[in-house]
């Protein structure tokens, strides 16, 4: 990979408000590679020497504005055209080819996909913040990507004849890899606040709050002969995602509770042969505990001493198979409790 890039930085004043930012571009050229082996599993147990793999270059400008207004607020904009490379497992050029299940005689296959184009998106973000002294503030930021191209694995017919496996009673089967979509996007808000409760008032000082909300909106469009045509949300994201932490620091003391809320998702699972492949995620809330004390004098100066709970509440890891009523897993993977010292000399 190699890349150049042109960037002007920026400091003037529009209508008395003072901007400062940079407007840029980068130009990356890109060659990727694989040499692997495809496997013909049993009963044939080969293995075929395999090579792949592609150039690309793409343009990726960028506009990046920040404007301070009085009263320690800040609104910045944000536009351009963003990558990011498909994992290496994705481009891995190995394949598998056998017979379904190894008892059937319609043949299959797996593998990677070296002649992957990364995600590619133009986006728009747009956030104001404000801040109070160096103690608080409060955030929001509407977010929007346009997906112009993205990787899904995808099942499809395949035609293995040429292969001649023993065993196959037909020469057509189904072939799994990861491959590019074309269309999908991205958006939603962001809200953030941080506050120590002195601000309210002083017999308070030492107890606060950070919490903050992401609604999301996301969508690829799929083709997979075991799905048909269709538009699903992009897998790990929740369409609602909450965080809350009330806290207590003073006097060497430190205490926090922390609360996560998710929505369904579509999420990836390890599947048969060692393959990833989606399931839908069930809504949880997790609750973590942290407590801490620092030693400041006497003859324990300069420890600490740390212990954390997490998933108070042994919330399971629920999966679902399209429909919330109809339940595909079921996991608890109970408490973690850590306790930790530490002495700085």
């Not at 956030?127 to 160096?134: H, I, P, R, V």
């Not at 430190?254 to 809504?283: C, H, M, W």
């Amino acid at each position: 990979m190699s890349t150049a890039y042109a960037k002007l930085n920026l400091d003037t004043t529009v209508a008395a408000i003072p901007v400062t930012g940079n407007v840029g571009v980068q130009m990356v050229h890109t060659d990727q590679s694989s040499s692997s082996q495809a496997l013909l599993a049993w009963p044939i147990a080969a293995l075929v020497p395999i090579t792949d793999g592609k150039a690309y270059n793409d343009v990726l400008p960028s506009l990046n504005l920040a404007a301070n207004f009085s009263g320690d607020q800040i609104v910045r904009f944000g536009i351009g055209r963003s990558i990011a490379r498909a994992k290496l497992d994705e481009l891995n050029a190995a394949r598998e080819v056998g017979l379904s299940n190894g008892k059937t005689g319609t043949p299959s296959g797996n593998g990677g996909n070296a002649q992957l184009d990364p995600w590619r998106a133009d986006y728009l973000d747009l956030s104001y913040e404000k801040y109070f002294g160096k103690k608080a503030y409060i955030s929001a930021a509407v977010f929007h990507k346009d997906l112009k191209s993205y990787i899904y694995k995808q099942t499809t017919p395949y035609d293995f004849s040429s292969m001649q496996i023993p065993g196959a009673t037909t020469g057509i089967g189904t072939y799994t890899q990861p491959v590019n979509g074309e269309g999908g996007k991205l958006e939603g808000l962001e809200l953030a606040v941080s506050l120590p409760f002195e601000l309210i008032s002083p017999m308070l000082e030492g107890f606060g709050v950070t919490a903050n909300m992401s609604l999301t909106n996301s969508a690829i469009a799929i083709k997979d002969i075991r799905f048909g045509s269709q538009s699903v949300p992009l897998p790990g994201l929740s369409k609602n995602v909450r965080n809350i932490t009330v806290y207590y620091e003073k006097h060497g003391f430190s205490t926090r509770l922390s609360g996560r809320y998710r929505s369904d998702f579509v999420g990836e699972i390890g599947g048969p042969g060692g393959q990833n492949e989606l399931t839908f995620v069930k809504a949880d809330s997790v609750l973590d505990l942290q407590l801490g004390y620092d030693f400041s004098t006497g003859f324990a100066k300069g420890a600490s001493i740390l212990f954390q709970v997490n998933n108070l509440t042994d919330t399971a890891f629920q999966t679902y198979s399209g429909f919330p009523d109809r339940p595909r897993g079921y996991q608890k993977y109970g408490r973690q409790m850590l306790l930790g010292l530490n002495y700085k000399m």
